[in-house]
């Protein structure tokens, strides 16, 4: 059974940078695609960025150029490092894990990132 383990998070101010991370513990299968959705209160929840089995990126609008997503694939982990905190980023971030050969989803804990001075 694969599971995900999100560590980072917390409290930063405006302009300030917080670091992600996610570990998938299990059988991976060789194709699949991770990243991190968030959802802030009362808002529907977003693709922030992923990240493919072959390196493909993908960013929302509002993350480009602030966020990078990356992986290790030796530790089966991704990141996320965010610069630039903006109040509009604060969210509950989760992670996740999808193998398209099974139309399987797995998902994180998610971790808890607030910007505000």
């Known amino acids: 059974q694969v599971q995900l383990v999100e560590s980072g998070g917390g409290l930063v101010q405006p302009g300030g940078s917080l670091s992600l991370s996610c570990a998938a513990s299990?059988?991976?299968?060789?194709?699949?695609?991770m990243g991190w959705y968030r959802q802030a209160p009362g808002k529907q929840r977003e693709l922030v960025a992923s990240?493919?089995?072959?390196?493909?990126?993908n960013y929302a609008d509002s993350v480009k150029g602030r966020f990078t997503i990356s992986t290790d694939s030796a530790k089966n982990t991704v990141y996320l490092q965010m610069n630039i905190l903006e109040p509009e980023d604060t969210a509950v971030y989760s992670c996740?894990?999808?193998?398209?050969?099974?139309?399987?989803?797995?998902w994180g804990q998610g971790t808890q990132v607030t910007v505000s001075s």
């Open positions: 996740y894990l999808r193998f398209p050969a099974t139309a399987t989803t797995i």
């Open positions: 299990g059988k991976i299968f060789r194709i699949y695609t």
């Open positions: 990240i493919s089995s072959g390196g493909s990126t």
